[in-house]
């Protein structure tokens, strides 16, 4: 009797351990994130408008559009690639929330793998929100991971065949979406997604198309803006400008690898007339050597133990005692693409994108990213999205 009751007890504490988990894993996965779209925000499309991919999954995102008075060029933002570095998120959306056109076309799409945003890497113990300060309150996010989860892209093939080159990747990039590029329509989750992103970059007719990353301090392209040939002269400029003008850290650039397949910044540049560019910043959350994995370490971007290694030489970045904070990852993400714009201005005025609403590099510095990201509460209802 007393063996049955312990057996009974055991069942009954594991039960109520797998209904709270689930029903914190479900809180993560229901989050809708408000998004305060700008005032000049010419129109909202889904990216199942423009290809049938998209429609029907979890990928369907909001495509946000901002059409300037005078007639230029057109940019295409991509954030929210690989959900664990959060500040390719939260600059798409410094942009979505402040951007004004003066002159061109900004398109902007703030998480492109949403899938991803709904569950955390298994057995990181990752956080699942972010939450910044703002002069109204706490804005909340989800965290996520780097791949879609299985849930919504299944199953995951033995080796992952890439579509059109037939380079044989690692079987769980099929959900990666910075490695399905250009895509397939009837491909898993991922190979939609970016097929239906392609469509939207050719029917747009983008000039520009920026994808923001974060990477390890222990990942070689790091600090760096990676180019198709197309960009090289305008990559190359903008981090000369933004080494010797803005940044603490410089940032570097590297040629997009011909050989190597599904990336971004190789697809994009290969199948439509875009310039196609990504932006890497250093996140310690992601290096394997770091502590306590939490929220803090998330933010600050403060942590002994990569510091440790950084004195061992160990790493590609620079860290010290003030860390990577969030609002310094943000601020450089926003600032590269602006400079990328302000040099691609000089070399093909007939595309000019002129943005303005946009805080630069010591603004965000000094003021805090709470500062430009608004209240959906006080907002008009017609501004007022969920991502």
Not at 206 to 223: C, G, K, P, Q, T
Request: proline content about 6%; overall charge negative.
């Amino acid at each position: 009797m007393n063996i049955r009751l312990a057996k009974l007890t055991i069942l009954f504490f594991a039960g109520v351990c797998a209904a709270i988990a689930g029903s914190l894993f479900k809180e993560h996965m229901d989050y809708k994130e408000a998004v305060v779209a700008s005032p000049f925000l010419s129109e909202v499309k889904k990216l199942s408008d423009y290809s049938d991919a998209a429609r029907g999954t979890v990928n369907d995102a909001n495509v946000y559009i901002f059409n300037g008075p005078t007639p230029g060029g057109t940019v295409v933002l991509l954030g929210g690639t690989h959900p664990e570095e959060p500040v390719a998120n939260l600059a798409a959306q410094i942009f979505t929330e402040n951007v004004r056109p003066v002159q061109g076309r900004v398109i902007v799409i703030n998480r492109i793998n949403r899938s991803a945003s709904m569950a955390t890497r298994m057995g990181e113990a990752y956080p699942r929100f972010y939450h910044i300060s703002t002069p109204w309150g706490v804005k909340k996010w989800r965290y996520g991971d780097r791949l879609a989860t299985p849930l919504h892209s299944w199953p995951d093939p033995e080796v992952y065949v890439h579509y059109p080159s037939g380079q044989n990747l690692a079987y769980m990039d099929i959900r990666n979406a910075n490695r399905t590029w250009p895509g397939r329509p009837d491909g898993l989750l991922c190979e939609r997604t970016c097929y239906a992103l392609m469509e939207l970059i050719r029917k747009e007719k983008a000039d520009i198309v920026m994808d923001f990353h974060e990477a390890e301090l222990e990942y070689a392209v790091e600090n760096t803006i990676v180019v198709h040939e197309k960009g090289q002269s305008v990559a190359a400029m903008a981090s000369m400008m933004l080494t010797s003008q803005t940044f603490d850290v410089p940032i570097g650039m590297e040629f997009s690898p011909k050989a190597l397949h599904g990336l971004s910044h190789r697809e994009i540049g290969d199948h439509s007339d875009a310039v196609s560019y990504l932006a890497e910043v250093a996140e310690p959350m992601l290096d394997r050597i770091r502590g306590i994995t939490d929220e803090e370490l998330l933010m600050s971007g403060k942590d002994r133990f990569v510091m440790k290694a950084g004195e061992c030489k160990l790493l590609y970045a620079p860290i010290d005692e003030n860390g990577w904070p969030v609002e310094k990852r943000t601020a450089r993400h926003v600032a590269t693409l602006m400079t990328i714009l302000q040099v691609n201005n000089m070399l093909s005025p007939e595309k000019t994108i002129l943005l303005e609403g946009i805080p630069d590099y010591q603004r965000i510095m000094h003021e805090g990213l709470g500062s430009f990201f608004h209240n959906p509460d006080e907002a008009p209802p017609e501004r007022v999205f969920f991502d």
